[in-house]
T-cell receptor
Framework: AQTVTQSQPEMSVQEAETVTLSCTYD???????LFWYKQPPSRQMILVIR??????QNATENRFSVNFQKAAKSFSLKISDSQLGDAAMYFC????????????FGDGTTLTVKP | DGGITQSPKYLFRKEGQNVTLSCEQN?????MYWYRQDPGQGLRLIYY???????QKGDIAEGYSVSREKKESFPLTVTSAQKNPTAFYLC??????????????FGSGTQLSVL
């Protein structure tokens, strides 16, 4: 069974600063995909960024980027130039080709942005 | 606008009662999912469906039932057998892909509480 671990229940960052959220996963699969989802106070989850495990290049989406360390099974999310609207709960998730596309989620990290 | 609609936003269940949560999508997605979210925890998969008239149990299916009579609809029934139903329920959909790299689109959720 695959597991996803987020070791930081809560993080805070000053507006305009950079913060990194940690995620580790455990799998014996060779083909898998990693995601970061954001759940704002409205509670509707949206995708932040996606990484294919076979790609060595780290994914980036504007102010959001990942540090994907395949050997270490680590997938951290870096938020640059933090904004008040970034305050939310962030979930790391994984899917596997042999798992019918089902996603396994970590327990989440609550990010607070201080003005 | 395309998206996923969940209703109701809040639902209260009396002991011994079955309740049904609605989930409708107009994204033309083949795959639909139900997740349960408890405070401080990640999402856990209840049921999922890849095609009409077919669905599979997820990790915590006991006490729940689903149907998939139409591509657009995937209702979840919380039965009286579910002894701890208080939680936030999220419905999601995605394009069905053998590569499991498709992101999930989420509804806005239903908060179920026991009276």
């Amino acid at each position: 069974a695959q597991t996803v671990t987020q070791s930081q229940p809560e993080m805070s960052v000053q507006e305009a600063e950079t913060v990194t959220l940690s995620c580790t996963y455990d799998t014996s699969e060779s083909d898998y995909y990693l995601f970061w989802y954001k759940q704002p106070p409205s509670r509707q989850m949206i995708l932040v960024i996606r990484q294919e495990a076979y790609k060595q290049q780290n994914a980036t989406e504007n102010r959001f980027s990942v540090n994907f360390q395949k050997a270490a099974k680590s997938f951290s999310l870096k938020i640059s130039d933090s904004q008040l609207g970034d305050a939310a709960m962030y979930f790391c998730a994984s899917t596997y080709n042999t798992n019918a596309g089902k996603s396994t989620f970590g327990d989440g990290t609550t990010l607070t942005v201080k003005p | 606008d395309g998206g996923i609609t969940q209703s109701p936003k809040y639902l209260f269940r009396k002991e011994g009662q079955n309740v049904t949560l609605s989930c409708e999508q107009n994204l033309n997605h083949d795959a639909m999912y139900w997740y349960r979210q408890d405070p401080g925890q990640g999402l856990r998969l209840i049921y999922y469906s890849q095609i009409v008239n077919d669905f599979q149990k997820g990790d915590i299916a006991e006490g729940y039932s689903v149907s998939r009579e139409k591509k657009e609809s995937f209702p979840l029934t919380v039965t009286s057998a579910q002894k701890n139903p208080t939680a936030f329920y999220l419905c999601a959909s995605s394009i069905w892909s053998l590569e499991a790299n498709e992101k999930l689109f989420f509804g806005s959720g239903t908060q179920l509480s026991v009276l």
